[in-house]
């Protein structure tokens, strides 16, 4: 079935960029997205991208889609301390509501 | 303020005791959902509703039960609540391609 895989953590210093990882299984996926969750939060959504693009771009944050790899990335420019939360990558597949999540990685930014 | 409402925020309860959390959203968004959240599992879909009167299953819909009767409101019914079902649940809402949630009701079934 469906699985969409992240790493569970990743740390950097404060101004660094950092690159969040995501693989997923389903060819079909129309649409794969980025999610923010900080602490005692729901989800907020941050971006996403259509399965027919391969880079999208919305000021510090830049999503690479690989298709051919089923690999998608997010990568936050100059990660400020607020940027600390966990990052969830989902997919929803083509002609369905249904949403897959991976696990999140928590983002530990330090001063 | 466009956003998604859940009720309780928080809740212990007993096994077996039946219990609602009520999702209600004001987009007028045709498309709804309820998720759980569990440590290293990350979110899964518990069921999602298309439309009023239209509802499926997600990857996790065991031991729950929706409605949708009206646009604005998708309850989760917990019939006999059980330990493993103690969760944070989070509730969506949705315009493809975007989704919204709504900020999470902790349940603590003992």
């Known amino acids: 079935g469906e699985d969409v895989e992240q790493s569970l953590f990743l740390s950097v210093r404060e101004g660094d960029s950092s690159v969040i990882n995501c693989t997923y299984t389903?060819?079909?996926?129309?649409?794969l997205y980025w999610y923010k969750q900080e602490p005692g939060a729901g989800l907020q959504l941050l971006t996403y991208?259509?399965?027919?693009?391969d880079m999208k771009q919305d000021q510090r944050l830049t999503v690479l889609l690989n298709k051919k790899d089923k690999h998608l990335s997010l990568r936050i420019a100059d990660t400020q301390t607020g940027d600390s939360a966990i990052y969830f990558c989902?997919?929803?597949?083509?002609?369905?509501?249904?949403?897959?999540f991976g696990t999140g990685t928590r983002l530990k930014v330090l001063a | 303020e466009a956003q998604v409402t859940q009720n309780p925020r928080y809740l212990i309860t007993v096994t077996g005791k039946k219990l609602t959390v009520t999702c209600s959203q004001n987009?007028?968004?045709?498309?709804m959902s309820w998720y759980r959240q569990d440590p290293g599992l990350g979110l899964r879909q518990i069921y999602y509703?298309?439309?009023?009167?239209?509802?499926d299953k997600g990857d996790v819909p065991e031991g729950y039960k929706v409605s949708r009767k009206e646009k604005r409101n998708f309850p989760l019914i917990l019939e006999s609540p059980s330990p493993n079902q103690t969760s944070l649940y989070f509730c969506?809402?949705?315009?493809?391609?975007?989704?919204?949630f709504g900020p999470g009701t902790r349940l603590t079934v003992l």
């Open positions: 389903d060819s079909s996926s129309t649409y």
């Open positions: 989902a997919e929803r597949a083509s002609g369905t509501y249904k949403y897959i």
């Open positions: 969506a809402s949705s315009t493809p391609p975007e989704q919204f």
């Open positions: 987009m007028n968004h045709e498309y």
């Open positions: 991208i259509f399965s027919n693009m």
């Open positions: 509703s298309m439309n009023v009167e239209v509802t």
